[in-house]
């Protein structure tokens, strides 16, 4: 079926005919950018775009490009997480595309998952820290 700028309009509570001549511009662009980034994830799972399923493509299409419109000049955030494990804080800082958008079309890897195209989970680890007191 493939993504239409209305659809986009839609998403974001608008109507196709409210938008000014760039911002059609740019959707169409982000949509084509989206779609780019699909086929060439396929090719990493030795897929073809064709082998996806056409709804679920769509759906991430959309969600990924109405991201990019509502927060166009979002970046990428840090965040610092500390965990105490028996009165040990581990602290670790990240880098990571923000909720609202990275500055440009990005998937979830949830959206990933859906179209197939996420590695598996692998093992996580377990073990145990050694400390002394």
Known sequence: MG?????VAQELGSDEASLTSLQRAQYESWIIRATHLIERRC?????????????????VILLAVARRARQPQSGVSSYAESV???DII???DS?????AGYGDIWFADE????LGLMPP???GWCGSLRYAR
């Open 84 to 86: 105490t494990v028996d």
């Open 121 to 123: 989970e692998e093992a």
């Open 95 to 99: 880098k990571y595309p923000d909720s």
């Open 3 to 7: 993504v239409t700028v209305a659809q």
């Open 90 to 92: 581990i602290r670790q």
């Open 43 to 59: 090719v990493l799972f030795n897929k073809t775009f064709a082998d996806l399923d056409p709804d679920t493509v769509d759906e």
């Open 111 to 114: 959206w990933w998952r859906w």
